[in-house]
């Protein structure tokens, strides 16, 4: 009897300790549902050093970028490197070509285009007022409307504002539906550890919804509507954008506390899937 109860404590700690570990862990390729997805494109950033050029390209750049933003985006090791296994994008108080800040914004376009598929980046997140960290897609090629935003559309798969911590928005933006009138499509949700752990941010994305998930949980969900490009300008190649803002139209809103940085956004990986036929 002795031996049956201590073989049913054994049997009960090593079931503790794999639900621990399944919590704890990230989903990893293998770990995915081949039936419905097949890993496609990936950076696990597993190398030392500047972001993999076959992969990434820089926009680079102090003009506001559309939002009033006070960075100036570079290319330098300084703002966005890779060690530890980890992209880091860094944000911080500089004196650089007439802006106040610098950061950097990562793009796909070119090295990595889909249309449709998951996409999925564990990344933890700056903190701080002022800080602005977005991973999100915008078209490779604009073809619709004016030929340029928000005619062409914009998947945000992840933003997040510093003087609202903890609160992650997944949006669409086009013609009908767009934050300059007010009328884009978000959803929202709380993670209220995003600055202190990773998080899974991913968006589904097929010709008839797209929908955005924080660690496999859906929170947001926009159908396509079947009338045309004004609604639904997602059927042509998108790429990945990873950036961190400071200041701006929304993330600026209350202001800029210039004593938190450097702030960074650190990227375990990226990983693109294509649902199988």
């Not at 944000?91 to 802006?99: I, K, L, S």
């Not at 767009?178 to 998080?199: L, M, R």
Request: aromatic fraction near 14%; glycine fraction near 10%.
């Amino acid at each position: 009897m002795k031996k049956l109860i201590i073989l049913f404590f054994i049997f009960i700690y090593i079931s503790a300790v794999s639900c621990s570990e399944d919590k704890d862990n990230p989903v990893t390729p293998d770990d995915k549902d081949t039936s419905k997805w097949k890993l496609v494109w990936a950076d696990e950033f597993d190398y030392e050093g500047n972001p993999d050029p076959k992969k990434w390209g820089y926009d680079i750049g102090g003009h506001g970028w559309g939002n009033n933003e006070l960075q100036y985006y570079t290319d330098r090791e300084k703002n966005s490197v890779v060690k530890d296994g980890k992209l880091v994008i860094t944000a911080e108080v500089e004196n650089y070509e007439n802006n106040f800040y610098t950061s950097a914004r990562l793009v796909t376009k070119g090295k990595g285009d889909w249309t449709y598929g998951r996409f999925e980046i564990r990344a933890k997140l700056p903190s701080g007022k002022g800080t602005w960290p977005a991973i999100w897609m915008l078209p490779t090629v604009w073809s619709y409307g004016n030929g340029g935003w928000p005619d062409n559309g914009e998947i945000d798969i992840m933003e997040h504002v510093g003087y609202d911590q903890g609160k992650i928005h997944a949006s669409i933006h086009c013609n009908n539906y767009v934050h300059s009138n007010g009328t884009q499509k978000t959803g929202t949700t709380i993670v209220t550890d995003c600055s202190e752990e990773f998080h899974n941010y991913i968006i589904e994305w097929n010709e008839n919804e797209i929908r955005g998930l924080i660690d496999d949980k859906p929170y947001f969900r926009f159908i396509n509507e079947g009338t045309g490009w004004e609604v639904w300008p997602f059927d042509k190649d998108f790429h990945i954008i990873l950036n961190v803002a400071v200041g701006g139209n929304w993330g600026g809103l209350q202001g800029v506390d210039g004593y938190i940085f450097p702030q960074t956004m650190e990227v375990d990986y990226v990983r693109v899937y294509k649902a199988n036929d």
